[in-house]
């Protein structure tokens, strides 16, 4: 079975850790990079005990470089702090954004 590189951005919140939970359990995807704001150069088990697989993970400043490299960069930032990032990734990556920067056309849009 082929396995994708993956980085998690915004691994230290609520929506980060939920999807760390469910990355864990995906037999083909292997989280490298987990990042943070805040939290940078902190365990992830710090912020989430409860994710033992990715524990002794340290969480990296949310940068391009950082990202760089991987398969899959999945953004779990809040809406609005994806769009510039992800427009500084290559086109060789597939970038998964669970905000709503590239799902509503208008910043009004998220007000409604």
């Known amino acids: 079975m082929e396995r994708y590189s993956v980085a998690a951005v915004g691994a230290s919140g609520y929506a980060g850790g939920e999807l760390l939970r469910l990355l864990a359990a995906h037999p083909a995807l292997e989280v490298r990079t987990v990042t943070a704001h805040s939290q940078a150069g902190e365990r992830l ?5 409860h994710l033992a697989r990715y524990g002794n993970m340290v969480l990296q400043d949310t940068t391009p470089e950082a990202l760089a490299g991987h398969d899959v960069v999945i953004f779990a930032l809040p809406h609005g702090a994806s769009g510039a990032l992800a427009a500084a990734m290559g086109d060789d990556t597939l ?3 669970c905000g709503a920067d590239h799902r509503l056309e208008s910043a009004n849009d998220w007000n409604d």
């Open 45 to 49: 088990r710090r912020v989430h005990p």
């Open 95 to 97: 970038l998964v954004d």
